[in-house]
């Protein structure tokens, strides 16, 4: 009597599956399907025991649209379905990391805020290139890489320089002597570093923003040089041009 763990065992043991000589189209059809079952099962098995792995989610999912590093996560999002992903990095050469975290993506305007918060969020999506870049108040060249972006989707800010994206959580803090973007990691022990300015940058955990049409100026630096805002000499200012794909349809 053949039972249902002996045919899953056959299966298992034999992945490439009934050679073309013994099985009909059907048949081998049928296979691919029961053994692409048993690896969903083992997907979704892997998702509540906390063992899934980024290519499981491919799997499931395919390719993500977007995503980016965030501290030492890398996050992969699904706009269309709602959700994010959480994952961390292999511990060695060829080996996968693990999901840590499923999300729902939050709106893109968080509930509560303002109407000027919400007019300013909107404007900010998108793809922003980099026009020019001040240094102490002097004008300099670009870097040598000419395609530094800064790409902005939902509630994430996402740099990308050389072909490494690393983003950022972020929310708008808006008042009469400044507009600024906050920054924040969905890891605390590293969200707290980030709060504090410490590491290798020692950068404010917020930027300055202003909008002039179609440019965006943004400022980085240390807190105590952000807050004399733009006229501060000792920060780096970036001027961006909110890219508009060309439509050459007649």
Not at 6 to 27: K, M, Q, T, W, Y
Not at 42 to 56: E, I, K, N, V, Y
Not at 240 to 247: A, Q, S, V
Request: aromatic letters at 8%; glycine letters at 12%.
């Amino acid at each position: 009597m053949i039972t249902m763990p002996c045919v899953i065992a056959a299966l298992l043991s034999n992945p490439i599956g009934p050679s073309d000589g013994l099985a009909s189209e059907p048949i081998a059809r049928g296979y691919e399907l029961v053994a692409q079952g048993l690896y969903y099962y083992r997907c979704l098995r892997d998702f509540g025991g906390g063992r899934a792995t980024p290519s499981q989610v491919d799997c499931l999912l395919g390719e993500p649209p977007s995503g980016c590093c965030l501290g030492s996560y890398n996050s992969w999002r699904y706009p269309l379905l709602g959700l994010e992903f959480l994952c961390t990095e292999g511990k060695g050469a060829g080996e996968e990391g693990t999901i840590v975290a499923v999300r729902r993506m939050p709106p893109m305007v968080p509930p509560g805020a303002s109407d000027a918060e919400g007019k300013d969020i909107r404007a900010l999506q998108g793809f922003w290139e980099l026009d020019s870049v001040e240094v102490g108040g002097k004008k300099e060249k670009p870097p040598r890489s000419g395609n530094l972006c800064l790409v902005i989707e939902g509630d994430h800010l996402v740099i990308c320089d050389g072909g490494v994206a690393v983003g950022f959580c972020y929310k708008l803090q808006r008042s009469e002597n400044r507009t600024a973007i906050s920054l924040s990691l969905p890891d605390p022990d590293e969200n707290a570093q980030l709060q504090k300015g410490v590491g290798v940058l020692e950068l404010a955990p917020y930027i300055l923003y202003a909008f002039d049409g179609d440019k965006l100026r943004i400022a980085w630096g240390k807190a105590e040089h952000l807050k004399d805002g733009f006229g501060s000499k000792n920060i780096t200012v970036m001027t961006l041009t909110h890219f508009r794909p060309k439509d050459n349809r007649k």
